[in-house]
Structure formats: C-alpha cells, structure tokens
C-alpha cells in the first residue's frame, strides 16, 4: 500500500533563517506531488505541484521554493524565513489524472503535515 | 471569483441525525472532479468521497454521500447517523484539467449528545 511520510512535525524558527521540509512517498511511482500551505483556521492553499523528477509549477510568488530530485521526494525549502511563512504545511501526492471522459478523478493523499511557527 | 464556496462555517448536529454541508463551485470547464476532505483536529487531511463530472449518479461511501446538482453546481455532503467522531473540519475541493485541488474555506462541524 501506498504511504507518504512527512518531516518534522513541528518546526519553531527564527525570522531570517532558512527551511527544508521534507515529503517522501511509498508504495507508487511517477506520482504528481503537491505542496500546501494552510493558515490557521483556514482552508488549504496550493503552494508547488510536480509532475515529474525536476518539474515544478510554482502557483503563488512568494519567498518558498521546492524541488523533486528523485521521483517520489519532494522538498519545500526557504533561505529566509519570514513571519508570515507560518502556517501548517502539508505534502500530498496523487496518481496521474486517467481518462479522457473520466476527467480528473484522482485524490490527493496527504501527510500528516509540519506545523511551522516562524518568531 | 471563489471557484469553491462553503458557506456554513460552524454547524451542529446532534448524534444520530443527518447533516448536510454545503458547497457551491465555480467552472467553465466540462471535466472536472469534486472531492471532500475531513480534518480531525490532529490536522491529516482524509479523503472522503469523490463526485465526477460526468458521473450520472450521486457518489455514496458508507454514511457519506455527495448530493450534486450540476445545473446549480451544488456538490454538498449529507453524513447519515452522525458520530462523535465526526466531529471535524470539512473541505470541499474541485479540480479541473489535472489534479490541482482548489480548497473552500472549510464546515466546522461539531456532534453533540
């Protein structure tokens, strides 16, 4: 069965200092991979997407950056936090859309999320 | 433009009965998914039920079922026999051309005794 393990938990850090999230998944290959961001009592934001190994679509400007260097691991990475990069994170995957009159059918399963608290 | 609207953003529902949350999308585009999410107060988002385009009959998984109107793009969510554990936030979700989840703003949705 597929899994998708995601690091750390919670994170504290100062303003100003740098930030690797890590996200890997189990269990699949070639997944499209997804990170979100979520403000506190609020809904889910799409931050990155990646279809393939060094493909990243950015969907909001803003002072984060991922990367895929192998197929099922994905980063979120900052060289400056700022205060209003906290938030709860999460890391998803899901397999390639199949069918054409299926449309886009297939879930997003999703980490257990790193709580960040920038201060 | 929203394209994922909640409107609802707390709701109570004693045990036992039915709840229905709501939810209004926003799209031009012929194919496209809609998708429900729980999130306990632990935070992991889970999956609930998924409701295509294209599908002819409203989706059911156990006590979920998605109540979609497609000419008033409506997709909303009825839990039948509400548990305690229940109890959590809900995310409607959309996708369109891919799978890019567009997130609502979230039911709060508490069950009481």
């Known amino acids: 069965s597929q899994t998708i393990h995601q690091w750390p938990a919670t994170l504290v850090q100062p303003v100003g200092s740098p930030l690797s999230l890590e ?10 991979l997804y990170w979100y961001r979520q403000a506190a009592g609020r809904g889910l934001q799409l931050l990155f997407y990646s279809v393939g190994i060094g493909q990243i679509s950015s969907e909001v400007p803003q002072n984060l950056s991922a ?25 998803a995957w899901s397999v390639k859309p199949t069918g ?20 | 433009a929203q394209k994922i609207t909640q409107t609802q953003p707390g709701m109570f529902v004693q045990e036992k009965e039915a709840v ?3 939810c209004t999308y926003d799209t031009s585009d012929p194919s496209y998914g809609l998708f429900w999410y729980k999130q306990p107060s632990s935070g992991e988002m889970i999956f609930l039920i998924y409701q295509g385009s294209y599908d002819q009959q409203n989706a059911t998984e156990g006590r979920y079922s998605l109540n979609f109107q497609k000419a008033r793009k409506s997709a909303n969510l009825v839990i039948s026999a509400s548990q305690l554990g229940d109890s ?12 890019k ?10 069950v009481e005794l």
């Open chain 1, 67 to 91: 990367s895929r260097p192998q197929d099922r691991q994905f980063i979120l990475s900052s060289k400056k936090l700022l205060l209003s990069d906290s938030g709860f994170y999460l890391c």
């Open chain 2, 88 to 99: 959590a936030m809900y995310f409607c979700a959309m996708s369109e051309g891919g799978n």
């Open chain 2, 101 to 110: 989840l567009t997130f609502g703003t979230g039911t709060q949705l508490k």
């Open chain 1, 23 to 32: 996200c890997t998944v189990e269990g699949t290959s070639n997944p499209n």
């Open chain 1, 100 to 119: 054409f009159f299926s449309g886009p059918n297939s879930p997003l399963h999703f980490g257990n999320g790193t709580r960040l608290t920038v201060t």
């Open chain 2, 20 to 22: 229905t949350l709501d």
